[in-house]
């Protein structure tokens, strides 16, 4: 089974950036479909971003021209690219990697993101 490790969180003012990243342990191309989720406290994870085998995205509304998620098949790294972020968008952040040939899917540990001043 894939082990997935995000980095790259942390405490950033509104109107900020940040780019989280996802290690996957082994090759993640044409095998498994990857997502960001996100969970703030009291609330129920909900997702952010997802990225098939053709590049085709998807993004909720409420992150929708300020969120970016993108892969490196070669370094079997899933980044999100964050920017403009508001303090709505605190919360921890998960990637998650959905097997395209069984109902398994796997989650990272999570990395918090805090937007504040």
């Known amino acids: 089974q894939v082990q997935l490790v995000e980095s790259g969180g942390g405490l950033v003012q509104p109107g900020g950036s940040l780019r989280l990243s996802c290690a996957a342990s082994e090759t993640i191309f044409n095998r498994y479909l990857m997502h960001w989720y996100r969970q703030a406290p009291g609330n129920q994870r909900e997702l952010v971003a997802d990225?098939?085998?053709?590049?085709?995205?998807n993004y909720a509304d409420s992150v929708k021209g300020r969120f970016t998620i993108s892969i490196d098949n070669a370094k079997n790294m899933v980044y999100l690219q964050m920017n403009s972020l508001k303090p709505e968008d605190t919360a921890v952040y998960y990637c998650?990697?959905?097997?395209?040939?069984?109902?398994?899917?796997?989650w990272g540990q999570g990395t918090q993101v805090t937007v504040s001043s």
């Open positions: 998650n990697a959905r097997s395209i040939f069984s109902a398994d899917q796997y």
């Open positions: 990225l098939d085998s053709f590049d085709n995205t």
